[in-house]
C-alpha cells in the first residue's frame, strides 16, 4: 500500500509477521506490529490507508480489523467489526466507508461483506458552544477528513460546509468513532471477496476479486449487486489511468471501459502473488507481492526485486551436530499452507552457501552424526540422506492418508524419529529410521479463539540425558516420560500462541530437565522450572514480546538468545534480564532463527531478511 501523499512511504501485510513499513521506496522494510496479535486467522494479512489522512490505516490478519492514528506506530482493534475468520478489507474514499468480508461458509446471519460506516464527531470551538451543538455526521460528499486550522473551526452538516472564524487561543478537537459493521450486498451466491477496489474513472464502480486464483466482479451501485467480468485472477488493484489491473494467469492485465476491455501489460510468472499496487503518483510504477516482492517502473516491461527487510520468508539454521563448520538453511514462506522449502549448505562456517535439494521440507538430523530427513506434507514421505544431502531415498508411509507436518529426530537416540501429523494420533515413532511406525498415545488437538487449528505446526524437544521429550504446538504443550510413546498435556495457563518456527519455539536446559524456556507471540519469552506444570514471565528489558524463536547455549546454559521482530536479545543470567544484540545487523528488525554451536559456544549465527549474520564476540 503506497501513501498518496508520499511515494516512498509504503506498508505490506506479510503473513504470521504483521505490518511492515519502508520510508525509502521499499530498499528498506521495518516490522510496525505495536498492538497488533500477529498470529491472527494465519490466512491472510491486509492493509488499508485511508487516504485523505495516510496517518490512519486499517490492518486484518483474519482475527478482527486493527487501526492505527499514527502511521503505524500503534495500533489499537476496532471491536465493533466481525472478531474473526476476515478474508477482505478495502476502504472507500468516496462514502468513507471500510468494507469487511468474511467467508461465505460462515453461518447465513454474519457471512457476507460488511460496511463499517466511519462516524464523525466534530467539536466546534469553545466560545461557539454555547450556539452551536456537537454534529455527529457521515457525509458521502465530504467524508470524514477535514482539516482544522487553529483560527478557523469547520462543521459539516449534510452536504453543507459551514465555517467561523475563533480566537487563535482555541483549542479545537477532533475526534471519531466507528458505527456498527452492518451487512451489505453480498457477490454472486453468496461469495466474499479477498480484495477490492473502486475505479478512478467512475467512483460508483466497485471491482471484487472473490479468491487467489478466482473471479472478478463488478459493480456499478457502489456493491450492492455484482456481475462477474473475469476468471482465473489472483490480485487486482487500481490504475490512474484506467480502471483496474489485475494478475490473471502468467499476465498483468489492464482493464478499461468499466471491464470491457482487456490489455496485456506483460506475462511474466511471478508464482503465487497476494497483492498488486499501482503508484498514485506515477502510473508506470508498479508493485507487486507475494512470496517475494517486485516492482516496475516502466509499466510492468521490466521488473527488480525489493524484498530487502521485509519478513516475507522464514529462514531456519541448522548445525550439523557432528561438524560444526556445516550450517544448513532451510528457506520457505511465512505461509498459512507450507509449500516446498529450498536446503541450502554451507561447508565453511556460512561464509558461502550451495543450494541442496528442492524437495521436501524441514530437516532432522539422526543421532549417528550421518543420516539427514526431510519430509513431503501429502502424500506422507520421509527422505533420508547419508552423505550431507547430495542424495535422497524417498519413502512412503504406510498410513497414506496421513498429512505430515514435522520430522523430528531424537537429539541422543539413533535411529529414533517422529512423524508428526496433522490429524489423530498426531505423532508416530520409529526406531529404525524410518522404515517402520508405531503410533503413540495422549496428544491432542486443541483450538484457540479466531484460529483454524493449532495443531498446523509442532515441535519435539529432548531432554538430553533422559527419555523426557516436550511437545510445542501452536497453542498445545504436551510431555511424554517415556521417550514419546505416551504423552500428558502441560498447563497452558496464560501460554497464549508459541513462536512460528518448529524448531525455535522451545529450549530445554542441559542441566534440568524440568527447566524449559518458550517464546510466544505477544507474551515474550516464558519458564517453567517443574516440566510445564506452571510458567513464569522472564522479559526483563527484553523490549519486544513478538518472539520468533528461542535457543540456548548447551555449554553455557546461562546464556540464552531470543530472536524478535525488533532484532535479537542475549540474557547471561538465564533469563532474568535481557540486553539487545542487534549491532551489525544492518538495521533488520526480524530475526528469523539463532543457532548455537553445540561444541563451541564462540559460534552464533541469526538468520535475518538481510542473510545470514555471525555474532562477534567482545
Known sequence: MIDPQNPRVLYAGVLLAG???????????????????????????????NPRNTQRLYYTNGGGVYRTLDGGKT?????????????????????????VSVPSDRPSTSRGVYRLILLCQFLPCPNLLARTPTVVLCSEQFGCNTVVMSILCEIRIGRTRHSQKADQNDEVV????????K?????????????????????????????????????????????????????????????????????????????????????????QVGVIVVSPHDPDTIYVGGENLYMSKDGGRSWAERSNGLGVACLELKFNPADNTTLYLIEGYCRFARRLERLYLSSDSGSSWNPVIDKGLG???????????????????????????????????????LRLINVVAHSQRV??????????????????????WRPSTGLSSRFLSGTLSTMLTR????????????????????????GGMTWTSCSRDGLGYTAISNESRAAVDPRDENRLFLATLRIGVLMSQDGCKTWQSANTRLGNLFLIAIAIDLKNPDRVYAGTDGGACISSDGGKAWVQANQGLLSATVVYSIVVDPKDSRNVYAATPYGIFRLEAK
Open 363 to 401: 530437516l532432522a538430523f539422526d543421532a549417528d552424526g550421518t543420516t539427514l530427513y526431510r519430509y513431503f506434507t501429502s502424500p506422507p514421505e520421509i527422505g533420508r540422506s547419508r552423505d550431507n544431502g547430495k542424495t535422497w531415498q524417498w519413502d512412503r508411509l504406510p498410513q497414506t492418508s
Open 75 to 99: 495500533w489499537a482493534r476496532i471491536t465493533n467489526c466481525p472478531g474473526d475468520g476476515i478474508f477482505g478489507l478495502f476502504f472507500h474514499p468516496v462514502s468513507n466507508t471500510l468494507f
Open 174 to 181: 477532533l475526534t471519531d468513532t466507528e458505527a456498527d459493521c
Open 19 to 49: 505490518v511492515y513499513k519502508t520510508t525509502d521506496g521499499g530498499e528498506h522494510w521495518e516490522a510496525v506490529n505495536n498492538g497488533i496479535n500477529t498470529r491472527g486467522f494465519r490466512s491472510v494479512s491486509i492493509v488499508v490507508i
Open 415 to 436: 535411529g529414533t524419529v517422529y512423524a508428526i501429523t496433522e490429524s489423530a494420533p498426531f505423532a508416530y515413532l520409529s526406531a529404525d529410521r524410518g522404515y517402520s
Open 459 to 482: 515441535g519435539l524437544f529432548f531432554d538430553h540425558k533422559s527419555q523426557l521429550v516436550y511437545s510445542v504446538a501452536d497453542a498445545d504443550l504436551a510431555r511424554s516420560d517415556n
Open 183 to 271: 451487512l451489505s450486498g453480498t457477490l454472486v451466491g453468496g461469495t466474499s471477496f479477498l480484495d477490492m477496489e473502486v475505479s478512478t474513472q467512475d467512483r460508483e464502480f466497485l471491482y471484487a476479486l472473490t479468491g487467489r486464483p478466482g473471479s472478478v466482479y463488478r459493480s456499478s451501485d457502489s456493491g450492492n449487486t455484482w456481475d462477474r467480468i473475469q476468471n482465473s485472477c489472483q490480485a487486482i488493484a487500481t490504475h490512474p489511468q484506467s480502471d483496474l489491473v489485475a494478475y490473471c494467469g502468467d499476465s498483468l492485465l489492464r482493464i478499461t471501459n468499466g471491464g470491457q476491455t482487456w490489455e496485456t501489460l506483460s506475462i511474466i510468472m511471478f508464482g
